[in-house]
């Protein structure tokens, strides 16, 4: 993942496309380049290894200027993080450069060919191919645009560009064919980006190219066509966010900032969607399925990647409890090559924060090759699988800039408990009085999440006892076992300690092999006073915090407030006053209730040399995420 920006206008283009690239830095930050066109049309590069300070040194060192140009930060994936595989890369006039996000597939390939006709080339990556492409298809249009589209016919693979020729003044070609690129509409100028926050300061009018769009972009006008040269209409849309939800926020981290933001994201996310009079959920942004096919339906698929795959594992329990529907759930990346077993009954449910996940795209794509229909719970409005399912539940969680999901997957889930309350509307599982209760509960999360996160010192303090902690287990019973897996997902995403999540009850089979005075256990142990299945959940994991004891072995747990059996066997029990609280310990790696040896854990911690507390300390620390209202499913 790259991140490119792009403008064409009558500002300075240094500072503005520097200023872009630092807000796209999450994207990849290890080489970073710049292309700019002066007044006189000479183009101009800067190019530099590593952090984008890197870059601005170069320029300080030897400034340019002008009035449109391109730039990227870099996330190596042909060629090593160098400066000269740094982007943008030119043909052999050096009047013509691009910058690439993506993979091309043939570029060998095309270099071959291109080799025959004397192209000389100076990097290993593959985006360089792509200049030279476009030069020897000048030589027989003689016209910039043509030659473009015809480079493009030859590219196998997926690529985001942006293209300069400095013989056609204040002219950029953007191109998409995957990874997303959106342009922003500015008066008298435009902008090309890999992401909305590098944009939003300039203006909130934009359009996300389509796959196999390229838009030619001057300073008057910006115009977008296939690559058969076929107009297109773009569909602009006014982004709300403000561009402070782009910032950190004050926060330290973008990932600190998403969490905090989750109150927000999940009351944006349920906003006039739900009747708390009636219980009756809205899901109005369905392209192609009717209330009838949902009515119909007699199983439902689930694919995802990462921590979306998590939030569809959760809202199989939240589903099937709703609705009595089936749920299956697949990984993505394993459901586009097994071959499903789908017909017009069955409803692919996609889940994706971006909406570009190569993998997910696929199986939604697969999915209407045969047949079915697909439903998206996507938080990037026009991204390629909103653009592509057949309906889509957005959520609402604003740009998520931190790699690591957290604030889109309370999102998520809320979006699934929605769907879940829809149907068990709609197919009658549910009754008025249960719908109404359920949707009471829901509005009540984002107050409780902000009491949560209002609480997170003490949490922090404790984290600075786990953050030398080598492995983790996660382990919990009905929803709380995906809401493990995630947790384990995060602490390994952020702070590269080892961690599994596993079922409570599997525990013994096999797991328990690693439990001693060393490994620190995480129990999600929640339960609902008067609720059967729940209590029944909440002894059966009880019986295994004991084992755990037993073993020696370190319990942290996450309870419910005023729950004492499981608190006692816990040496330091977070009480939180409802069940929310789990993500709130794991990020801050827990209200560890450590055995009586603690002390020794202290002193005989191999890991006694103090490593940068600020790294792991903030990377198991940051992670509060209060979790949707298990408690709400029997
Ligand atoms: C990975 C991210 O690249 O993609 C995970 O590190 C994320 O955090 C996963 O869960 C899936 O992404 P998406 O956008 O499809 O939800």
Same mark, same amino acid.
């Given at each position: ?7 064409? @206008? ?64 870099? %996330? $190596? ?94 002219? =950029? !070609? $953007?191109?998409?064919? @995957?990874?997303? *690129? ?29 796959? @196999? ?27 709300? %966010? ?10 330290? #981290?973008?990932? &600190? ?42 199983? =439902? ?39 499903? *077993? ?8 996609? =889940? ?21 229909? *697909? ?69 009540? &999360? ?31 019973? @009905? ?18 300690? #080892? ?15 690693? !439990?001693?005075?060393? &490994? ?51 040496? #330091? ?9 789990? %993500? ?13 040896? #603690? $002390? ?12 940068? !507390? ?11 995420? $209060? ?8």
């Amino acid at each position: 993942m790259c991140g490119i920006v792009g403008y064409v @206008g009558n500002k300075q283009v240094v500072p503005l496309i520097i200023d872009g690239l630092r807000k796209l830095e999450y994207r990849g930050y290890d080489s970073a380049g710049i292309a700019v066109v002066n007044e006189s049309h000479d183009l101009e590069i800067r190019r530099a290894e590593g952090k984008l300070r890197n870059l601005e040194e170069v320029i300080r060192l030897s400034p340019l200027d002008g009035t449109y140009g391109i730039g990227h930060t870099r %996330w $190596a994936t042909h060629g090593r993080p160098t400066e000269e595989n740094a982007h943008p890369h030119r043909d052999c006039s050096g009047r013509i450069v691009v910058v690439h996000n993506g993979i091309i597939e043939n570029y060998l390939q095309l270099k071959e060919q291109l080799r025959k006709t004397d192209h000389q080339f100076v990097t290993e990556t593959d985006t360089e191919i792509i200049a030279h492409l476009i030069e020897e298809y000048l030589k027989a249009e003689r016209n910039f645009e043509k030659a473009v589209r015809r480079a493009m016919q030859d590219l196998k693979g997926i690529f985001a560009l942006s293209i300069i020729n400095a013989d056609e003044p204040d002219m =950029i !070609i $953007a191109v998409r064919q @995957g990874p997303p *690129v959106v342009i922003g509409l500015g008066d008298r100028e435009f902008f090309v980006a890999s992401d909305i926050p590098p944009i939003l300061q300039h203006t909130r009018d934009v359009f996300f190219l389509g796959d @196999g769009e390229m838009a030619i972009i001057n300073k008057d006008a910006v115009r977008v066509t296939d690559f058969e040269a076929n107009s297109v209409q773009p569909a602009i849309q006014r982004i709300t %966010w403000d561009p402070i939800m782009a910032e950190k926020g004050g926060f330290k #981290h973008f990932m &600190l900032k998403e969490i905090y933001e989750q109150p927000r994201s999940v009351r944006d996310t349920m906003q006039s969607r739900i009747s708390l009079d009636t219980g009756r959920v809205f899901i109005d942004e369905m392209k192609n399925i009717t209330e009838a096919e949902f009515k119909q339906f007699t199983s =439902i698929k689930i694919a995802a990647c990462g921590t979306s795959w998590h939030a569809g594992l959760a809202g199989k329990y939240m589903i099937e409890q709703l609705a009595r529907v089936q749920v299956d759930v697949d990984y993505a990346s394993e459901f586009r090559y097994r071959e499903p *077993v789908m017909d017009e009954n069955t409803l692919l449910l996609v =889940i994706s924060q971006s909406g570009e996940t190569a993998d997910t795209i696929a199986a939604l794509r697969e999915t209407q090759q045969l047949g079915s229909k *697909v439903l998206a719970i996507c938080n990037v409005q026009g991204s390629m699988i909103t653009r592509e399912a057949d309906g889509t539940i957005l959520t609402h969680a604003g740009p998520e800039i931190g790699v690591a999901s957290t604030k889109a997957f309370t999102a998520q889930m809320v979006a699934l408990y929605l769907l879940g309350l829809y149907l068990g509307n709609l197919r009658g599982t549910l009754s008025a009085g249960e719908a109404k209760h359920h949707a009471q509960q829901l509005a009540e &999360l984002p107050v409780k999440l902000e009491h949560l996160l209002n609480e997170s010192d003490d949490i922090e303090e404790l984290s600075k006892e786990f953050f030398r902690a080598t492995d983790f287990l996660y382990l919990g019973r @009905g929803i709380n076992f995906p809401v493990a897996l995630e947790g384990a997902l995060k602490l390994k995403e952020i702070s590269y300690i #080892h961690a599994e999540g596993y079922p409570a009850g599997e525990m013994k089979h096999g797991p328990n092999a690693l !439990i001693d005075e060393r &490994l620190p256990v995480m129990f999600i142990n929640t339960r609902e006073e008067g609720n059967r299945s729940s209590e029944l959940r909440y002894e059966k994991t009880h019986s295994n915090i004991v084992e755990v004891k037993a073993r020696e072995g370190i319990v942290i747990s996450v309870l419910t407030e005023g729950d004492t059996m499981s608190a006692t066997m816990s040496g #330091h029990p977070s009480y939180r006053s409802f069940h929310f609280s789990f %993500w709130l310990i794991t990020s801050r790696c827990v209200v560890a209730a450590m055995s009586t040896n #603690h $002390a020794t854990w202290q002193s005989q911690s191999p890991l006694s040399n103090k490593p940068t !507390i600020d790294h792991r300390c903030f990377s198991v620390f940051a992670f509060s995420i $209060a979790f949707p209202p298990m408690s709400l499913l029997k």
